[in-house]
């Protein structure tokens, strides 16, 4: 561990017993009361309201605009979720809520002096069943049949057009500034993995670029997805599967980085 500092906000509508450590801190999002100490995101400026929506971005706008600008420019400042947590092993290990804090990343490891952010380690999305393809991704296949053999093809854009409404992502690229637009779109169109849920660690000044760009971005997206239209499971968070995907680009491009370990602890 090197000696400068880690704060952890750990986004979740649960309580979380078994995380032990101190520097988690606990953020609500979600209709329900929250338990005391938990920080609450419906004060000041936030955007509560789009909670459904947004799900833990409702969070980190909050934070972003009431809490960063009173960190400490050097702390490293970290998110993550109810049930995906940092840890300093991999998956294979066995963690589990019993021995989780045995694993937990509370201190910047001593090689992050090299990097200026940590992003989890990324997720394949090539690779499904031929009839998932056939059943999800009917449409993308009109447009090129060799999607089904080949793998190499199966790309993010594929991906998020089988699970979050087929045309939703390019159409989503459209708004972005003119900056990132064309390399978001060569990003989801050339690889076949990305770096999951919305979880990050770095500074605060980049932290500050990093919600700028997604919010505004989002902001224009909000003008062409309405509300109403956003029912089901696939396409009800669709900002924050947008920002997921997002997030995996800007980093790399803006940012040295590296990836670090996660895991999801089930049943919970």
């Given at each position: 561990?090197n ?33 005391n ?61 019993d ?22 380690k ?130 790399k491009?803006?940012?040295t ?12």
């Open positions: 561990m000696n400068q500092k880690l704060k952890i906000y750990c986004v979740t509508n649960k309580k979380v017993n078994f995380i032990k450590n101190s520097q988690y801190n606990f953020s609500w999002v979600g209709d329900t009361d929250p338990p100490d938990y920080l609450k995101c419906n004060t000041g400026d936030n955007i509560f309201f789009k909670e459904k929506y947004y799900s833990e971005l409702t969070f980190h706008y909050w934070y972003w605009k009431n809490l960063l600008k009173l960190e400490n420019k050097d702390q490293w400042v970290g998110f993550c979720q109810k049930r995906r947590f940092w840890v300093s092993a991999t998956p294979d290990v066995g963690i589990n809520k021995n989780i804090n045995d694993y937990l990343i509370t201190a910047p490891l001593e090689d992050w002096t090299a990097y200026q952010a940590i992003i989890c990324n997720i394949k999305v090539s690779g499904a069943k031929k009839i998932k393809i056939i059943k999800r991704g009917w449409r993308n296949l009109i447009k090129n049949p060799s999607i089904l053999f080949d793998k190499k093809k199966q790309n993010i854009l594929l991906h998020f057009d089988m699970h979050h409404g087929y045309g939703n992502l390019e159409k989503a690229i459209e708004q972005l500034d003119e900056e990132n637009r064309e390399d978001f779109k060569n990003y989801v169109n050339k690889f076949d993995s990305f770096n999951p849920h919305i979880m990050f660690i770095s500074k605060p000044k980049i932290i500050d670029k990093w919600f700028e760009s997604l919010f505004s971005w989002l902001e224009k997206c909000e003008k062409i997805f309405e509300f109403e239209n956003l029912k089901d499971y696939d396409t009800g968070r669709l900002f924050a599967y947008l920002a997921e995907r997002y997030l995996s680009y800007w980093f491009k803006n940012t980085y590296k990836e670090e370990n996660w895991i999801q602890l089930e049943n919970f």
